[in-house]
């Protein structure tokens, strides 16, 4: 069975300052990975996927993550933050084999941005 | 905005009672699945159909039950509601090929209380 996990429940950062968000997975076969955001009161938006190819995968709002086969790890991290990441983000597993395409999310890390 | 609509935003009701929530997915997409967020269990796949047919099923209680009509939207029908039913409940839909990625697009969510 998939699993994921996101060992950070809650994490503080500066504006402006860089940005890590860590993501592990267990799958038995190649994993389709995914991280999603969820801003208050708001639906899941897709930040990036990777599914096969380049280990790093670029997303939106400036967000990138690297997959690990080795570390079964998908973490995913910016640069710089801006005031408007403060949201939650879920890491998620997907393994779209025939009769089996639901994802599988971790338990979330909020991310607080502070002045 | 993903093109998944449902309906209600929010719906606030007693224990004891049944409720129906909708979704319409995006136009050309015959996969439907149902997740539920709450507290205590994070975010997790309740259940998928695929064109009318019931596909896969997650962690869906038996006082839970759903369909998929003709005209591709879904309804989540949540009967003997108890205060743990209280949860966010997001409908996603896919294009859905044999094998291979494809993308969930997110709804906004149905909050639903139980008093």
């Known amino acids: 069975a998939q699993s994921v996990t996101q060992p950070d429940i809650h994490i503080t950062v500066s504006e402006g300052a860089s940005l890590e968000l860590r993501c592990n997975y267990s799958?038995?076969?190649?994993?389709?990975l995914f991280w999603y955001v969820q801003s208050p009161g708001q639906g899941l938006q897709l930040l990036l996927k990777?599914?096969?190819?380049?280990?790093l995968v670029q997303g939106i709002k400036g967000f990138e993550a690297e997959f690990k086969r080795s570390q079964s790890s998908f973490n995913l991290r910016k640069p710089s933050v801006h005031w408007s990441d403060a949201a939650e983000y879920f890491c998620?597993?997907?393994?779209?084999?025939?009769?089996?395409?639901?994802?599988?999310f971790g338990t979330g890390t909020r991310l607080t941005i502070i002045p | 905005d993903s093109g998944v609509t449902q309906t209600p935003k929010h719906l606030i009701t007693a224990t004891g009672q049944r409720v129906t929530l909708r979704c319409s997915p995006r136009?050309?997409?015959?996969?439907v699945y149902w997740y539920q967020q709450s507290l205590d269990q994070g975010l997790q796949f309740l259940i998928q159909?695929?064109?009318?047919?019931?596909?896969a099923k997650g962690n869906i209680l038996e006082r839970f039950s759903a369909q998929q009509f003709p005209d591709l939207h879904s309804e989540l029908n949540l009967s003997s509601l108890e205060l743990g039913d209280s949860a966010l409940y997001f409908c996603?839909?896919?294009?859905?090929?044999?094998?291979?990625?494809?993308?969930?697009?997110f709804g906004p969510g149905t909050r639903l209380t139980v008093l």
């Open positions: 996603a839909s896919s294009v859905l090929v044999l094998a291979g990625y494809n993308e969930q697009f």
């Open positions: 799958y038995g076969a190649t994993p389709y």
């Open positions: 990777y599914f096969s190819g380049d280990t």
């Open positions: 998620a597993v997907g393994a779209f084999n025939f009769g089996n395409e639901k994802l599988t």
């Open positions: 136009s050309g997409d015959l996969s």
């Open positions: 159909y695929y064109n009318g047919e019931e596909r």
